[in-house]
């Protein structure tokens, strides 16, 4: 690497920034606020005594499965406890979605290509990109750190714990960076980062089912608190070997995008067939084409993580019983008839299904990329409906989504059952568990669909009405708002708290018709708006 190579990173650096002034803060804000809402939860709590509300949980065999022992036995600690899962994912969103949208996303809409008709050296924009999420990570840490220590935390501990999420965000920005460089395709970059993330989250639920102190401790973000241990012997020497780590995917980025075209990626593409199949003759089958690697890859992730959730869940019933706040959970007793195994496999459902949700919203999301891009208007200007086109691609949506959560009830089903030694009443129960999760998922698709037909320019807000859902778990959970405003979420209506036996069918069955009159809705929108060009 030459200086010259470096030339317009700080022009290209406050472009950045201008550009994601309204972006930036929210993912900054954003784990600053969930820390607070975890404070928030706990402090209700310390009427009970906080120490002995900790000790409740750490000897809980589900809530450890999930999260791991608990560290310190205080306010602080029951943040970095409870906190740090959740912090650690919308920083690595933040973080991959911002460096895949200034570099493989520019590279796309031509972008790039304007910048290095000036004099840019090769690698401004993979610095300049690494710089602004590198600020704003270091930006949430020191906020994160600052609220802790006005709780009333050590500064050192507060520290060690925001530098720990920053670097981990870093680490998340890097793996973005590097998935940019191996395909030409934004949307397989950010599912390299996603599938990333997922593998992440898997790996840190299996490190906290150890013990919290497995191998999997070094490898994963989501699990690096254990090494800096912030409010418990505070081991500031991990956080180097965090920072190093981190910085490893982002060297390798420089490397590998020094040995590739612009707009080109590292892997080439295939060439396509001379001809076409015999099937692929309509809009339906082209939509399949283009999301069935999304879908393949959404269909691995989905059954491993599953797979290894069935498998432990029924060992938790023999490791001990659940703490009162989870066996009273919203003020019921939710969990009396249900073993510790079926809690477990019943939140692993609710989980996956939150993500399923997000797998059927940038299905649909294909459209506005197809559209952007100018391929759409080259269909509809042809023997192609407006209709039919963007039915093609809700169809695959939505049946992409349903069969996600079929083939997982299926094998989350004969796995559990065969681990349960009850196979037959077992797979069942797991498989209507994980069915009657569609409903709300398709609702989310509609909403997309909706927005898609209407403004294709407001989108996002799909993904705010997905993490306001998300948010009322948190907030309902945590008792800052009762059962009747978390029923504005969809997926309450599938709750893991709700017996199988005792599913409301007319709410489902209400769900999926607001789902068909939102995508109508949507689809007429299509209908009669102009469609977008790259002109």
């Not at 310190?72 to 406890?81: E, K, N, Q, R, T």
């Not at 909706?450 to 959970?477: H, N, Q």
């Amino acid at each position: 690497m030459k200086k010259i190579d470096f030339t317009g990173t700080g022009t290209l650096f406050r472009l950045f920034l201008r550009r994601d002034r309204f972006l930036l803060p929210l993912w900054i804000f954003l784990p600053v606020i969930l820390g607070l809402i975890v404070a928030a939860t706990f402090s209700a709590m310390s009427g009970q005594g906080l120490e002995k509300v900790l000790y409740d949980f750490d000897k809980d065999s589900l809530i450890s499965a999930l999260l791991g022992p608990v560290m310190s036995f205080d306010l602080p600690g029951a943040i970095v406890w409870r906190g740090v899962s959740q912090i650690t994912l919308v920083l690595g969103v933040g973080s991959l979605l911002t460096v895949v949208r200034h570099t493989r996303g520019d590279e796309e809409t031509g972008r790039s290509e304007l910048f290095r008709s000036y004099v840019i050296g090769r690698h401004a924009n993979l610095t300049a990109v690494l710089m602004l999420t590198g600020m704003g990570n270091l930006a949430a840490g020191l906020l994160i750190a600052l609220s802790i220590i006005f709780l009333g935390g050590p500064a050192g501990g507060s520290f060690l714990f925001g530098g720990t999420m920053a670097i981990s965000g870093c680490f998340f920005a890097g793996i973005g960076a590097l998935g940019v460089q191996l395909r030409e395709n934004s949307g397989t970059a950010r599912g390299i980062g996603l599938a990333a993330l997922g593998a992440g989250l898997v790996m840190g639920i299996l490190n906290n089912f150890g013990g919290g102190d497995t191998l999997l401790k070094w490898l994963t973000p989501m699990a690096w608190q254990r090494i800096t241990q912030p409010f418990a012997g505070n081991s500031s020497w991990g956080l180097l070997y965090c920072a190093a780590l981190a910085a490893v995917p982002a060297v390798i980025a420089y490397v590998l995008s020094a040995r590739r075209d612009l707009g080109a990626g590292v892997f080439l593409a295939r060439s396509g067939p001379p001809e076409a199949a015999p099937y692929f003759s309509g809009p339906l089958a082209l939509a399949w084409r283009l999301q069935r690697r999304s879908f393949y890859g959404w269909l691995l992730g989905t059954v491993l993580y599953i797979a290894v959730f069935a498998a432990i869940s029924p060992g938790l019933s023999a490791a001990g019983g659940m703490s009162d706040w989870l066996s009273n959970l919203g003020g019921t007793s939710w969990s009396d008839e249900v073993g510790l195994g079926n809690v477990f496999i019943s939140i692993s459902f609710y989980l996956i299904s939150l993500f399923v949700a997000v797998y059927a919203m940038t299905a649909v999301l294909r459209l506005k990329k197809e559209e952007s891009e100018g391929r759409a208007e080259m269909l509809v200007d042809k023997q192609v409906s407006r209709i039919r086109w963007m039915s093609s691609h809700l169809i695959i949506a939505s049946l992409g989504s349903a069969a996600l959560l079929v083939v997982i009830g299926i094998v989350g089903g004969l796995v559990y059952g065969g681990a349960a030694g009850n196979l037959s009443n077992e797979f069942w129960y797991i498989f209507v568990m994980s069915v009657s999760k569609i409903p709300p998922v398709w609702l989310l698709l509609a909403i997309t669909a909706l927005l898609y037909g209407l403004c294709p320019r407001i989108t996002a807000l799909g993904w705010g009405i997905w993490l306001s859902f998300s948010m009322l778990e948190l907030a309902w959970e945590a008792r800052i708002i009762d059962w009747s405003m978390m029923r504005i979420s969809p997926f309450s209506y599938s709750h893991y708290t709700i017996d199988i036996n005792n599913l409301p069918l007319l709410p489902l069955f209400g769900l999926l018709c607001l789902s068909v009159i939102l995508t109508g809705a949507g689809l007429f929108g299509f209908r009669n708006r102009d469609v977008l060009t790259k002109a």
